[in-house]
């Protein structure tokens, strides 16, 4: 039974730039949660999609944005990326908004 | 509102001795109480939760975790510390009433334990 799945694991970008990250949840679970962890921080909720649709929102600027697909897998999106955008992103899954979160790996962004 | 709070960044022990890594929190409701271990350049791992009944609760890997609700807390303890239990470890809640299902989660306590 695959857990969550996120790629790329390790991504470098430079200031200004688009990047897409991936996430494929737990098999059975239906939602989808996107966290920023910064170096030395705990994990800051960035959105939770639920039914394809953005469910609860974190306090993040309108460049992070994300979608749900019809199997349930998502993809957070950041525009105009920032140094500070530099981060673990999280992905977690769980059924039907309750809790009994499943975290995936994660995906180390840089950007320079 | 709901938050959660670390005090300690880092918990030093020896292996064999009884470890404790402190969380309170703040919720308006009911508290759903969590605690995860994170090694590096890796994610999240459940360890165990409190959602009701027992304010003792057991989890993963030997560790357990005492809900006081007059002290707002959900200390982290186990009996006797590995040096494999070394690692980040995190609290986090969310108050179901409040309507939201996100949990918030702590700055991360690093334990460390010496052979």
């Known amino acids: 039974d695959a857990g969550v799945t996120q790629s790329p694991t390790h991504l470098i970008k430079t200031r200004g730039q688009q990047v897409t990250l991936r996430c494929s949840p737990k098999?059975?679970?239906?939602?989808v949660s996107w966290y920023q962890q910064a170096l030395g921080q705990g994990p800051q909720f960035i959105f939770q999609y639920y039914e394809e649709e953005e469910r609860q929102r974190g306090n993040f600027p309108d460049r992070f944005s994300g979608h749900q697909f019809p199997n349930y897998s998502s993809e957070l999106n950041v525009n105009a990326l920032l140094l500070g955008d530099s981060a673990l992103y999280l992905c977690?899954?769980?059924?039907?908004?309750?809790?009994?979160?499943?975290f995936g790996s994660g995906t180390r962004l840089t950007v320079v | 509102a709901q938050s959660v709070a670390q005090p300690e960044d880092q918990v030093n022990v020896a292996e064999g001795n009884p470890l404790t890594v402190k969380c309170t929190y703040s919720v308006s409701g009911n508290p759903y109480l969590f605690w995860y271990v994170q090694y590096p350049n890796r994610g999240l791992q459940f360890l165990l939760k409190?959602?009701?009944?027992?304010?003792l609760v057991k989890g993963s890997y030997g560790f357990e975790a005492e809900f006081n609700k007059s002290q707002t807390s959900f200390h982290l303890k186990k009996p006797s510390a590995l040096v494999s239990d070394s690692a980040l470890y995190f609290c986090a809640v969310f108050d179901k009433a409040g309507g939201s299902y996100i949990p918030t989660f702590g700055r991360g306590t690093s334990l460390i334990v010496h052979p």
């Open positions: 977690a899954s769980s059924l039907a908004r309750v809790e009994g979160y499943t």
């Open positions: 409190y959602i009701t009944g027992d304010n």
């Open positions: 098999s059975g679970h239906d939602t």
